[in-house]
């Protein structure tokens, strides 16, 4: 893409290779769950062009990686994607990673399959709706408990479509450690994508630990717990959230955890003012401070939400920031892990 002289110069975002066979991406990548627009899990109302235009900030920023998938809005969110990074070489400039094995096509439920017919029909519609002739990474988004494939034919065919050119790496979402060793033993994981953040804290405890052991990069998802821990939202906030918003379901948005939860912000606030940092930083940061992350996903629909966090990789964490957040997690009680 030849730079415009308009446009402020990218930002020097941190770059870590994705394990150790991936590609070299930046610590922050553009999540694009909210921009797929009203579904059984949607976030509300989007508007399309302000969501393409939050997706080009973010790479004319620096970032070099965005994450889809097929179900974000039954599709609409890999269409807004490939549009946005049309300026963009796909798999050189920008890389993008969706994923597979949520089957949508009832358009009433959403339910797991990983079966390899579904895996290879939903590789070919996310190339069509990207616009692109290979995936650079594929993603299992769950495990598959209503079908009954074995993992092991699951993940054969992934191999099959890195040797077709289909696909470059391979990766799972939401796997835990005895269905990682079995991907593990048929096809090296590049990639393994866990929820991660200051309430959701499980994957440090073992999927983490267990990619740094076998080389395996990790993105991990929801950083800032879905927008709970940017501290936007307090209890007016979360009764105000469209009808149609999946949170007003999450257990985290919900009694008993809000109360703990939103007692952790307030915690954190001092926290980030003495550090001179934001909260959407803070949370952030923590995250890629833990041994083993490779980068965060950060969600936006629109510019200026992107300016948001943009800076998180670059703010480090000390050892007695670590310790003192650990002591307010402890204090108030929240989250899990």
Same mark, same amino acid.
């Given at each position: 893409?030849?730079?415009?002289?308009?446009?402020?110069?990218?930002?020097?975002?941190?770059?870590?290779?994705?394990?150790?066979?991936?590609?070299?991406?930046?610590?922050?990548?553009?999540?694009?769950?909210?921009?797929?627009?009203?579904?059984?899990?949607?976030?509300?109302?989007?508007?399309?062009?302000?969501?393409?235009?939050?997706?080009?900030?973010?790479?004319?920023?620096?970032?070099?990686?965005?994450?889809?998938?097929?179900?974000?809005?039954?599709?609409?969110?890999?269409?807004?994607?490939?549009?946005?990074?049309?300026?963009?070489?796909?798999?050189?400039?920008?890389?993008?990673?969706?994923?597979?094995?949520?089957?949508?096509?009832?358009?009433?439920?959403?339910?797991?399959?990983?079966?390899?017919?579904?895996?290879?029909?939903?590789?070919?519609?996310?190339?069509?709706?990207?616009?692109?002739?290979?995936?650079?990474?594929?993603?299992?988004?769950?495990?598959?408990?209503?079908?009954?494939?074995?993992?092991?034919?699951?993940?054969?065919?992934?191999?099959?479509?890195?040797?077709?050119?289909?696909?470059? @790496?391979? +990766?799972? %979402?939401? !796997?835990?450690?005895?269905?990682?060793?079995?991907? /593990?033993?048929?096809?090296? =994981?590049?990639? &393994?994508?866990?929820?991660?953040?200051?309430?959701?804290?499980?994957?440090?405890?073992?999927?983490?630990?267990?990619?740094?052991?076998?080389?395996?990069?990790?993105?991990?998802?929801?950083?800032?717990?879905?927008?709970?821990?940017?501290?936007?939202?307090?209890?007016?906030?979360?009764?105000?959230?469209?009808?149609?918003?999946?949170?007003?379901?999450?257990?985290?948005?919900?009694?008993?955890?809000?109360?703990?939860?939103?007692?952790?912000?307030?915690?954190?606030?001092?926290?980030?003012?003495?550090?001179?940092?934001?909260?959407?930083?803070?949370?952030?940061?923590?995250?890629?401070?833990?041994?083993?992350?490779?980068?965060?996903?950060?969600?936006?629909?629109?510019?200026?939400?992107?300016?948001? @966090?943009? +800076?998180? %990789?670059? !703010?480090?964490?000390?050892?007695?920031?670590?310790? /003192?957040?650990?002591?307010? =997690?402890?204090? &108030?009680?929240?989250?899990?892990?």
């Amino acid at each position: 893409m030849t730079p415009d002289p308009k446009q402020p110069r990218k930002k020097a975002i941190r770059k870590r290779n994705l394990g150790t066979e991936g590609p070299q991406i930046t610590a922050l990548g553009l999540g694009t769950w909210a921009i797929g627009g009203p579904y059984e899990f949607g976030w509300g109302p989007v508007d399309d062009e302000e969501s393409i235009a939050a997706i080009r900030h973010g790479v004319e920023s620096g970032i070099n990686w965005v994450d889809t998938a097929p179900v974000y809005g039954l599709g609409h969110s890999e269409e807004i994607v490939g549009r946005a990074i049309r300026p963009w070489r796909a798999g050189d400039e920008v890389f993008l990673f969706t994923k597979c094995g949520r089957n949508y096509y009832s358009k009433s439920h959403i339910s797991s399959n990983l079966r390899p017919e579904t895996i290879r029909a939903e590789c070919e519609e996310s190339l069509e709706r990207l616009g692109v002739d290979r995936i650079d990474l594929l993603q299992f988004h769950w495990p598959d408990p209503d079908t009954g494939t074995p993992i092991e034919d699951s993940w054969g065919t992934m191999v099959e479509l890195i040797d077709e050119g289909k696909v470059r @790496w391979v +990766g799972v %979402s939401n !796997f835990d450690v005895a269905l990682l060793d079995r991907c /593990e033993a048929i096809r090296h =994981i590049d990639s &393994v994508q866990p929820p991660f953040n200051l309430i959701q804290r499980f994957a440090r405890r073992d999927v983490i630990p267990w990619c740094r052991e076998h080389g395996t990069g990790v993105i991990v998802y929801a950083p800032m717990a879905s927008g709970l821990l940017t501290g936007k939202y307090d209890r007016e906030a979360i009764d105000n959230l469209a009808p149609d918003d999946w949170r007003r379901r999450s257990a985290n948005f919900t009694e008993p955890a809000l109360s703990r939860n939103l007692r952790l912000v307030e915690a954190l606030r001092p926290v980030g003012q003495r550090l001179g940092t934001t909260l959407p930083l803070l949370a952030i940061a923590w995250t890629l401070s833990t041994p083993g992350v490779t980068g965060a996903i950060a969600g936006a629909r629109r510019a200026d939400q992107v300016n948001g @966090w943009i +800076g998180a %990789s670059e !703010f480090a964490l000390d050892q007695d920031t670590l310790e /003192e957040i650990e002591s307010l =997690i402890a204090d &108030v009680g929240a989250g899990q892990g």
